[in-house]
């Protein structure tokens, strides 16, 4: 079945509908986005630290559940959270407090000294910063994160979308993450066909979440 390109609107209807009309839990479709980029992620770079970067929505939630499934793998995974681990809610809440009981490496990182710190022994950093709902230019935290990331020598790998793209219109902040693989999850982004995404972009490689295949038809074909 071929999946066009989806909308910032219609990714979050993709997963409201499945939420709420296939009766699936959030919980469950953020492990399955998870569980596959990590089979993704040890497929394209099977070797080395993986430093997962972590901010405060559901993608930074998605960074958890990928986590846990590297170290089943057997794989020296570090968790970096770019905010206090106190201001999480929801599935993310969810997914870092079995982190924490699952003994993972967590830290948190909330300025630019610190980030280095944690950056600097990667051999492969997962952006799981900013998710398909961000816009407008990176701030604060956020900035700072890519800014470090970009210059580091490790692979560089976007969950979903790399932070700092919109997934509409395809701007770029200045700072945008700049993955040589981004793992996007139902379908590509609208943002990704426009020109000069590219070097943002990398690789991509599209991951499903197991949302049926008739909600799929109705928003996706």
Do not use: W
């Not at 604060?140 to 509409?168: C, E, F, K």
């Not at 609208?190 to 000069?196: L, V």
């Amino acid at each position: 079945m071929k999946i066009r390109a989806l909308s910032r609107d219609q990714v979050r209807s993709v997963d409201q509908t499945a939420i709420e009309e296939y009766g699936m839990s959030g919980l469950v479709l953020m492990e399955n986005a998870g569980r596959g980029a990590a089979e993704v992620i040890q497929q394209n770079l099977a070797s080395g630290r993986v430093v997962i970067l972590c901010g405060k929505g559901n993608n930074g939630g998605d960074g958890y559940v990928i986590a846990r499934h590297l170290d089943l793998m057997e794989r020296d995974v570090v968790l970096v959270s770019v905010v206090e681990i106190s201001s999480l809610s929801g599935d993310a809440a969810a997914n870092t407090a079995i982190a924490t009981r699952a003994g993972l490496d967590l830290r948190t990182a909330t300025t630019r000294e610190e980030i280095e710190s944690s950056l600097a022994e990667a051999d492969v950093i997962v952006d799981c910063l900013l998710g398909t709902g961000a816009t407008g230019p990176l701030r604060g935290i956020y900035s700072d994160a890519v800014q470090v990331a970009n210059r580091s020598r490790a692979a560089r790998v976007a969950i979903d979308v790399p932070t700092g793209l919109d997934v509409d219109t395809g701007d770029a902040d200045p700072n945008t993450f700049r993955a040589e693989l981004t793992i996007t999850f139902v379908a590509k982004k609208i943002g990704f066909e426009f020109e000069g995404t590219q070097p943002f972009l990398g690789d991509i490689e599209v991951v499903p979440i197991g949302v049926p295949r008739k909600l799929l038809h109705e928003f996706c074909s």
